[in-house]
């Protein structure tokens, strides 16, 4: 990793530091982001470093230690940064309204996404099965001791992207990574209750109603459901509620690939889709400008549901 010297020296050399992750936080962009600012903080006490995010972290990952340091982007306009460190975003966009925190900041950019622009200045963009698992190395890289609470915050990150271990993203180093966090003193089974059995009533409940009102494409083996925004208004159904529905529509045993589809406040739609075997559905994504990984990928649309299903089923 010869950039790694590069990142080093732009740390080394900045005062103030900008941490930011993606819209909607998941387990893997807090887990990337916070894991850093923690060792951060621990090594280079006299620089100012924050971590901000646009949206909430959501409750099931905000049990994680040093989770309280994270800041919501209204806290923060004013500030300018020397250096900005975006951690699990695909593209500048994916950051939401905390981009206009950047100015004229040198930009790292850490990600797994295939689908990754390289917009920054500094690229490490590594196939990978999480940003947390890459950014392991590139604690170590740096010479940060990698202390339990930010061990947890990596765990967890990896956990979120891998579906608990069981994708085929994993390799022998996420294996090797996680055993590590384990020597560190990760409570594994803490973790994943805290993370996967911790589900509120309304998330319960739209999960029922996604697996009762499915529909399955045969001849394309496509599994999906639409979720329109006047229901999740009406029933109080937070966005973080719908987070997983994608995974459980692909367990038929009849489907290759699932598409989710969500009603947004703005009136667009938001797609997600995963593939069980040789689908590539970051390809599917771009036809939306969106993008992600072969087998789980996201995108916005102004198109109505009717629409993105018919593009989808003529592209599959
Ligand atoms: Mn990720």
Known sequence: MNEINKVKEKIEAAKKILLLGHINPDGDTVGAGLSLLLGLEKKYPEKKIRFILQ??????????EGCEKIERIEDSKDETYNLVIFVDSATIDRVGSAQELVKDAF???????ISNSNYGDINIVKDISSTSELMYSILKALEIEVTLDMAGAI????????????????????FKVAANLMELGVNNNKIV???????????????????????????????????????????????DDTEGIVEELINYSGSEASLFLRGEADGKIKGSLRSKHNIDVNKIAGIFSGGG????????SELSADEIVKKVVENL
């Open 193 to 239: 209750n805290d993370f996967f059995k911790s589900k509120s009533f309304e998330r319960m409940k739209v999960l029922g109603k996604a697996l009762s009102e499915m529909i399955f494409v045969k001849e394309k083996k496509l599994m999906y459901f639409y979720l329109p925004y006047e229901y999740l208004k009406e029933n109080g159904i937070e966005r």
């Open 155 to 174: 765990y967890l990150g990896i956990v979120n992207d891998t579906g608990n271990f069981a994708h085929s993203n994993v390799t022998e180093n996420t």
């Open 55 to 64: 949206d909430k972290v959501p409750e099931n990952i905000s049990f994680l």
């Open 107 to 113: 930009k790292i950019n850490i990600d797994h996404h």
């Open 293 to 300: 990984h072969i087998k789980a990928a996201g995108f916005t």
